[in-house]
């Protein structure tokens, strides 16, 4: 399905401005609940540092090689791409603070956001290098060819387009979180990320709300965003060097695949919103709702071709290891 996602200025709509200093309230409320309910945590006590040891350079220690990593294949390609992910954090906070604006509820809110997710990075790659998870030179290398391209958002052309998109990825990125500790094959990587995956739990509900919000105010102009993210949707690390390799791999490992992404993370918000019961829209918007509700059939149905052949694959590998120990 091809939407034309380019905002079209129609008789009656909420500009940005509008939009922001209506919602400037529910901002307030929701950043007052957060505040109340997310618990301070410090990252050098989620990192095993007696692990630790110098790597070879002006320090003259041990080269790093693979066998020396305890996480699991799956495992160390997922690390990588959420860390990379996690470490455009200085691009996501130009874009929200543009969009958003750093006045008021809305920037402390903004302000506040940068400063927890600062923190995933910060323990995410010491873990990384202390356990010698991953290769540091390549890692390093990643890091630089990912942001030196820096980020720009789909949806930097609507304010609720990108609250919509938040709304998901904030979900999106809690899952992947999740599911790499589970399947990373350390208890202290996993209990890292669960750590994280709360942080990230938090920010979705906070943009949830929000986004709730706006369709009382502005349902169609609301609907219309939540299908074109919908259809567009991009996690956030498309731009890392290899993304499109290893997110296939995340896929087969069932980290983060289409059955995932329809069950998990769109269906949980739009059912939140209630997107696909909501009454008294205008033809744009119905229009929009008929169009989401399609995608997401056809979503479905790709998710189910998916999950067969997957289910193929690992009865193809079974048999051959039957094979091998006969």
């Given at each position: 399905?091809?939407?034309?996602?380019?905002?079209?200025?129609?008789?009656g709509e909420w500009s940005d401005t509008r939009l922001i200093y209506a919602l400037e309230e529910v901002v307030e409320r929701e950043l007052n609940r957060h505040l109340?309910?997310?618990?301070?945590?410090?990252?050098?006590?989620?990192?095993?540092?007696?692990?630790?040891?110098?790597?070879?350079?002006?320090?003259?220690?041990?080269?790093?090689?693979?066998?020396?990593?305890?996480?699991?294949?799956?495992?160390?390609?997922?690390?990588?791409?959420?860390?990379?992910?996690?470490?455009?954090?200085?691009?996501?906070?130009?874009?929200?603070?543009?969009?958003?604006?750093?006045?008021?509820?809305?920037?402390?809110?903004?302000?506040?956001?940068?400063?927890?997710?600062?923190?995933?990075?910060?323990?995410?790659?010491?873990?990384?290098?202390?356990?010698?998870?991953?290769?540091?030179?390549?890692?390093?290398?990643?890091?630089?060819?990912?942001?030196?391209?820096?980020?720009?958002?789909?949806?930097?052309?609507?304010?609720?387009?990108?609250?919509?998109?938040?709304?998901?990825?904030?979900?999106?990125?809690?899952?992947?979180?999740?599911?790499?500790?589970?399947?990373?094959?350390?208890?202290?990587?996993?209990?890292?990320?669960?750590?994280?995956?709360?942080?990230?739990?938090?920010?979705?509900?906070?943009?949830?709300?929000?986004?709730?919000?706006?369709?009382?105010?502005?349902?169609?102009?609301?609907?219309?965003?939540?299908?074109?993210?919908?259809?567009?949707?991009?996690?956030?690390?498309?731009?890392?060097?290899?993304?499109?390799?290893?997110?296939?791999?995340?896929?087969?490992?069932?980290?983060?695949?289409?059955?995932?992404?329809?069950?998990?993370?769109?269906?949980?918000?739009?059912?939140?919103?209630?997107?696909?019961?909501?009454?008294?829209?205008?033809?744009?918007?119905?229009?929009?709702?008929?169009?989401?509700?399609?995608?997401?059939?056809?979503?479905?149905?790709?998710?189910?071709?998916?999950?067969?052949?997957?289910?193929?694959?690992?009865?193809?590998?079974?048999?051959?290891?039957?094979?091998?120990?006969?």
């Open positions: 399905m091809t939407i034309d996602a380019t905002p079209i200025a129609r008789p109340a309910v997310a618990r301070d945590w410090m990252p050098h006590e989620y990192v095993p540092w007696s692990e630790g040891r110098n790597f070879d350079g002006p320090l003259d220690g041990e080269p790093w090689s693979i066998e020396q990593s305890k996480v699991t294949d799956i495992g160390r390609t997922a690390l990588v791409v959420n860390l990379l992910t996690e470490d455009n954090l200085p691009s996501y906070h130009h874009e929200i603070a543009s969009i958003f604006g750093r006045d008021g509820a809305w920037g402390t809110w903004v302000h506040r956001w940068t400063a927890e997710e600062g923190r995933h990075g910060i323990v995410m790659r010491d873990y990384l290098l202390t356990t010698r998870a991953v290769d540091p030179v390549q890692l390093e290398n990643f890091r630089m060819a990912h942001m030196s391209e820096g980020f720009e958002s789909d949806n930097q052309h609507s304010m609720l387009h990108s609250v919509a998109y938040v709304a998901f990825q904030e979900l999106a990125t809690r899952i992947s979180h999740r599911n790499t500790g589970r399947e990373s094959g350390d208890p202290v990587c996993d209990r890292m990320l669960a750590r994280i995956a709360t942080d990230e739990n938090l920010h979705m509900v906070f943009y949830r709300n929000l986004l709730r919000a706006a369709f009382e105010i502005a349902p169609d102009q609301a609907m219309r965003a939540v299908r074109d993210v919908v259809v567009g949707f991009r996690m956030p690390g498309h731009g890392i060097p290899g993304f499109e390799r290893a997110a296939a791999r995340m896929a087969i490992g069932g980290i983060y695949n289409l059955r995932i992404h329809h069950d998990d993370v769109l269906q949980p918000v739009i059912r939140f919103l209630k997107a696909m019961d909501l009454a008294g829209l205008g033809p744009e918007g119905r229009k929009a709702q008929e169009e989401l509700g399609t995608f997401m059939d056809g979503l479905d149905a790709e998710a189910r071709v998916l999950e067969e052949r997957l289910a193929a694959r690992r009865a193809r590998l079974a048999a051959r290891a039957a094979r091998a120990e006969g």
